[in-house]
């Protein structure tokens, strides 16, 4: 198999607050991540792309020191919007994938709302 | 930059009905992927396809990858309601490992 999870999966927060979400690869380990972000009735957003024990590759127009990324070990990454503010409200999902294959598999998402 | 056209954007139909989807691109990928997501959740791997021409199927979903390996398409016979989502294609070209993803097909089916 290749679970993925994701936690939490809704979370309400204060604007200025920081909130970390969590991706984990239940199953099998992850040489990489991936963090996505979703907008309504669209695709997928690539954020950003982690390796383990090494920092993160954000793609261009998101921001590193607002979206900070951690992936400490082949089974966890962990996204932390920083100063959250409302316009960072939208569901957030992270993606693993096994070495060697470009098959991505995908957690269940998180859905930020900042009040 | 690689980019993938995904058409159509929006398909409502009735139960019973076939459909097709298609992914364009310039671009010659490794190979390509096909997801399926529903409203809140991720989305879900339905297929990989690596060879050009290959063809794979799954129940009633039928994924063929062209020849070039430059689009591919996915058609769907007798769709029923519980095939309503958003399907996303992907190919894989990043140096990362990441993938460049179409728009998106938003398919509703009506009972």
């Known amino acids: 198999g290749a679970v993925v999870s994701q936690h939490p999966s809704r979370v309400i927060c204060k604007s200025g607050t920081s909130v970390k979400i969590e991706c984990r690869s239940l199953?099998?380990?992850?040489?990489?991540m991936f963090w996505y972000r979703q907008f309504p009735k669209q695709s997928l957003m690539l954020m950003a792309t982690?390796?383990?024990?090494?920092?993160?590759?954000?793609e261009q127009g998101v921001e590193k020191d607002k979206f900070l990324i951690n992936h400490a070990s082949l089974t966890l990454s962990t996204l932390t919007v920083t100063s959250a503010h409302p316009e960072d409200s939208s569901f957030y999902i992270c993606?693993?994938?096994?070495?060697?294959?470009?098959?991505?598999?995908f957690g269940p998402g998180t859905r930020l709302t900042v009040t | 930059t690689q980019l993938l056209e995904q058409s159509p954007q929006f398909l409502s139909i009735q139960e019973g009905e076939n459909l097709t989807v298609y992914c364009n691109s310039s671009?010659?990928?490794?190979?390509l992927q096909w997801y399926r997501q529903e409203p809140g959740e991720g989305p879900v791997l339905l297929v990989t396809?690596?060879?050009?021409?290959e063809v794979k199927k799954l129940k009633r979903l039928t994924f063929q990858f062209g020849d070039a390996r430059k689009d591919s398409s996915l058609h769907i016979t007798a769709a029923q309601p519980g095939d309503t989502g958003l399907y996303l294609c992907?190919?894989?070209?990043?140096?990362?490992?990441?993938?460049?993803f179409g728009k998106g097909t938003k398919l509703s089916v009506k009972p």
């Open positions: 982690s390796n383990e024990g090494s920092k993160a590759t954000y």
């Open positions: 992907a190919g894989a070209g990043g140096s990362q490992g990441n993938l460049i």
């Open positions: 993606s693993a994938s096994k070495q060697a294959t470009y098959e991505q598999y």
């Open positions: 396809v690596v060879t050009g021409g």
């Open positions: 671009s010659v990928f490794s190979s």
């Open positions: 199953d099998f380990q992850a040489t990489t």
